[in-house]
């Protein structure tokens, strides 16, 4: 999952990018309006934390002006403004969700994956599709009830796959969701990332089809070989 950073104070900024690191996200820094406008124009990401006191033009009106455009990226307010009065401003204007500076790391990554669940109409933080579950708030993952070991990678581009399922997920978004401003990922490391997940996930019965063309989709769960009912 990629997140977009709207601040321009570094210090914090640089916290917000390696703390939401370390969660798991590929995260990019925007320090202002204008150039947070831009990169969404051009590039994909799944939700954006936007600060309101930003230069030239300021968090409210450049959120006010994503949803005049029809944009429907995640957006959650972090800002220093937290008075009631503030929080429904932001609201108001299409803020999904908006918290107050000082703020608890864990919180803001539990409020970004609830989003990032309710964009694509998911009430759990466990993911599931036939043995495989992967729990998006421990960030551990099961097959058949058995601990998988992932890559952050490989992690990335399942949670991609699974949220999207039965749909197809076309390989500029797998690329987009890994590699960062500071990250050089290619097609082809996707294409290797992808066939290590499916080594790791064919003897649980989980399929990802390459739709050709076009990118990748997890199939339906099948039965596992040796696991059908008897005869």
Same mark, same amino acid.
């Given at each position: ?123 759990? *933080? ?11 708030? *421990? ?11 992932? *890559? ?57 089809? *390459? ?21």
């Amino acid at each position: 999952m990629r997140l977009l950073v709207v601040e321009d104070d570094g210090l914090v900024a640089a916290g917000l990018k390696q703390g939401l690191t370390r969660a798991g996200y590929t995260v990019d820094v925007a320090g202002s309006a204008e150039a947070a406008e831009a990169s969404v124009k051009n590039e994909s990401f799944d939700l954006a934390v936007v600060d309101i006191g930003l230069p030239g033009s300021d968090g409210l009106t450049l959120i006010r002006r994503w949803r005049s455009e029809g944009r429907a990226l995640p957006v959650l307010v972090l800002s220093a403004r937290s008075s009631m009065e503030d929080t429904i401003s932001g609201l108001d204007v299409g803020a999904d969700d908006y918290l107050g500076k000082p703020f608890r790391l864990p919180e803001l990554a539990a409020r970004i994956r609830a989003l990032i669940r309710r964009a694509h109409a998911v009430a759990e *933080t466990v993911l599931r599709h036939g043995a495989l579950q992967l729990d998006t708030a *421990t960030h551990s993952a099961t097959l058949a009830g058995a601990p998988l070991e992932l *890559t952050p990678r490989e992690w990335a581009i399942l949670e991609i796959l699974m949220l999207a399922s039965p749909n197809v997920v076309s390989k500029d978004r797998l690329v987009q969701g890994l590699a960062g401003w500071d990250k050089d990922i290619t097609p082809n490391a996707v294409e290797v990332h992808v066939s290590r997940l499916r080594a790791k996930l064919g003897i649980g019965g989980i399929e990802i089809r *390459t739709v050709r063309g076009i990118g990748y989709r997890l199939d339906a769960p099948v039965e596992p070989a040796g696991r059908g009912a008897a005869a």
